[in-house]
């Protein structure tokens, strides 16, 4: 299963919390269009008897593209890629762009997954996070969605400072009045020259509270769990068919492209990104070049690639993988510097399928990241 991310570079303003590559200038829309269709057709050769079975659009701001301009990337896809029967393809949507107009237009298209950015419910959260839609239209996009597809993921943002746990447990229950099958959920993090550095450091605003995000994420994963959802990945609740196909691939190792400016490719032994600045992306795309940097991984990058991957979801690290794929070095490597987290009962070494696999427990799953960095090899 390989997969086909094209980024959409524009905003119709910046998120304080957002260090994603976008503009809020949308005159160079038309053209940038145009050069992820030839950025298609110079990649092709790159998946030469892959089929593709995943299309994500991601941004940015994906719905601000109107039908004309999805249908025209989604037929250079399958113009220069083979393509499974029925793939998903999802499409991240701001709710303001998500009308009843441009609900019934993108279920008449072959868009077949929406992702829509809530991230609250509540309009101070919104506001003080500088989103685009209010409360009201977080809600009432949902109204509309709801009634032409099934497979729709929320983002929700948790651990925003001084958000009580009933007001954490108000955002979810809204989630679930609406029959949602699948959830997206992030703390606030701080990323470096972002607004939202910018006012924490000025004293504008009140500093991340790791503690108080800590207790948001374990709410969530006990309230999801016993609305029938799975916690498959660290970050993402599916009920059960729901699951992200696209962004699994990406967690299991499976190849994949990126299309646009700043998109990252992987192609299980190399990776690469295109240059994050639409000016220059559309300079060397007409030039018949592809605007990017790429790495040889090598085996230890390999290794690092899957235990940082595979620790966060519910498919775990196989230690038989790592010593078939990786030599028996790595594998005692992990093993021991996994010692401490068997010991403080972090991680847990589990028999699956005749294979030893070793997973984070319900206790070491927001410290997953740390762990993991741990166990990397240098």
């Known amino acids: 299963m390989s997969g086909i ?107 077949n997954r929406l992702s829509i950015g809530i991230q609250s419910f509540f309009e101070d959260d919104l506001k003080a996070m500088n989103r ?56 606030l993090t701080v990323e470096p020259k972002t607004a939202l550095d910018s006012f924490i450091k000025k004293g504008t605003y009140p500093p991340v509270n790791e503690a108080l995000a800590q207790s948001h994420f374990n709410h969530l994963v006990a309230e999801t769990k016993k609305q029938g959802f799975v916690h498959y990945e660290i970050s993402n609740f599916g009920k059960p068919h729901f699951f992200s ?37 559309i300079q060397a795309i007409s030039q018949g070049e592809l605007p990017e940097t790429s790495e040889v991984l090598s085996v230890t990058d390999q290794y690092n690639e899957y235990v940082m991957t595979g620790l966060r979801t519910i ?13 028996t070095v790595y594998k005692n490597f992990i093993l021991k510097e996994a010692e401490i987290f068997l010991s403080k009962t972090l991680l847990v070494v589990e028999k699956e399928n005749h294979q030893s696999v070793l997973k984070t427990t319900s206790k070491g799953k927001f410290l997953v990241d740390g762990i993991a960095s741990e166990l990397f090899m240098i």
């Not at 007001?167 to 949602?180: P, S, T, V």
């Not at 196909?245 to 998109?263: D, E, F």
Request: glycine content about 6%; proline content about 4%.
């Open 132 to 187: 685009a839609h209010n409360a009201s239209e977080a809600q009432a996009c949902l109204e509309k969605a709801t009634r032409y597809f099934d497979n729709i993921t929320i983002d929700l943002i948790y651990g925003i400072p001084n958000m009580s746990l009933e007001k954490w447990q108000q955002n979810l229950d809204i989630a679930f009045q609406f029959g949602i099958n699948h959830i997206s959920s992030y703390a």
């Open 315 to 327: 498919w775990g690290v196989s230690l038989d993988k790592i010593e078939n794929d990786f030599g």
């Open 5 to 111: 991310y094209i980024h959409i570079p524009f905003c119709k303003q910046a998120c304080h919390y957002c260090d994603f590559h976008f503009s809020t200038s949308l005159k160079k829309k038309e053209t940038l269009i145009q050069a992820l269709i030839t950025e298609l057709e110079l990649r092709k050769k790159a998946f030469d008897n892959v089929i593709v079975s995943t299309i994500y659009f991601g941004g940015g701001t994906p719905s601000l593209l109107s039908d004309e301009e999805i249908q025209a990337i989604i037929k250079a896809v399958y113009k220069n890629f083979e393509v499974a029967e029925n793939p998903e393809i999802t499409l991240e949507a701001n709710p303001d762009d998500l009308t009843d107009a441009k609900i019934k237009e993108l279920a008449a298209s072959p868009i």
């Open 245 to 281: 196909k696209h962004n699994t691939s990406y967690w299991q190792g499976k190849p994949y492209l990126g299309i646009g400016p700043s998109a990252h490719s992987f192609l299980g032994k190399t990776r690469s990104w295109n240059v994050a600045n639409n000016t220059k992306y």
